[in-house]
């Protein structure tokens, strides 16, 4: 923008005729100054305004980047929790069908068990029965002597005469290797020779006055039905046949055809 430079003070007074005029022309450069005066400060006031808006902008833009950048950490941060919850809904869902899962096989590992006890009772029950049949010529004057048997094998006893898990274990359990002699313990009568599910390979022995002996869970059978045997004599090889857990000798002893705790008669 153009502007005339200020008017000089003597050739001001100098060129004045008359005093009215002086202090026109006076008066004149005043007005002039302040004007120069309200504009300088107009200038001042608008580089203030501008300075102070640059620096409103400036910090526009700095508390802008900042929501930015919390925005976007904040997502990130939202998109990961979104990720964990939807990580555990699937492991929580998973867990659920483990246990669903879990229960019915509890369910028909129970239902399989019941049916098991069941089959080792009516296999008890029948081998009693056969046992008596073979006896029934047979009759006892009474409890036979504990005396006279000897152990089948020598071997820790694992499991006794009794109840045990929900149902009567008729015999004692003794733990021996796979393939070890299975002696007699009293001489006697074979009546029984062979596969009894349960039992897997089975051999019982008549000894007359009611007592009879069985040799459960063999892996060989060395005896026949009718078979004499001598007290002592190997009458199987052990095993893990039929319901069994592991190598041993399932022994039971029965008077009549009741099983009885073996060990009072050893």
């Known amino acids: 923008m153009y502007m005339a430079e ?14 009215s005029e002086l202090i026109d022309n006076v008066d004149f450069m005043n ?7 309200r504009i300088a400060r107009q200038v001042g006031e608008a580089k203030a305004e501008a300075a102070a808006e640059r620096r ?14 919390l925005i976007s950490a904040r997502t990130d941060e939202a998109r990961h929790v979104r990720d964990a919850l ?11 069908r483990l ?11 129970r239902q399989e068990f019941l049916s098991e006890v069941q089959g080792l009772e009516a296999e008890s029950a029948a081998l009693g029965a056969q046992i008596q049949a073979a006896q ?11 005396a006279g048997l000897i152990w089948p094998v020598n071997g820790p006893v694992t499991s006794g005469f009794g109840m045990r898990w929900g149902r009567m274990h008729t015999g004692i359990d003794i733990a021996v290797p796979t393939g070890t002699p299975v002696h007699a313990a009293a ?4 009546v029984y020779s062979g596969w009894m599910s349960g039992y897997g390979f089975l051999v019982a022995v008549d000894h007359g006055n009611g007592l009879a002996t069985a040799y459960a ?28 857990t592991g190598p041993h000798v399932h022994f039971e002893v029965r008077v009549n055809g009741v099983p009885v705790d073996p060990l009072s008669y050893l």
């Open 187 to 190: 001489a006697g009568t074979v």
């Open 99 to 109: 246990k669903a899962g879990a229960l019915a096989d509890a369910r028909e590992t």
């Open 6 to 19: 200020p008017p000089d003070v003597l050739s001001v007074l100098v060129s004045v005729s008359s005093l």
């Open 56 to 69: 409103a902008t400036a910090e526009t833009r700095r508390l802008t980047e900042a929501t930015v950048t």
């Open 217 to 244: 869970h063999n892996s060989s059978l060395l005896v026949r039905v009718g078979d004499h045997v001598a007290q002592g004599q190997v009458i199987s090889l052990s095993g893990s046949t039929g319901h069994s």
């Open 86 to 96: 939807v990580t555990n809904r699937n492991t929580l869902l998973g867990a659920q």
């Open 136 to 146: 029934s010529g047979q009759f006892s004057t009474g409890a036979p002597s504990a």
């Open 31 to 37: 007005r002039i100054g302040l004007q120069d005066e």
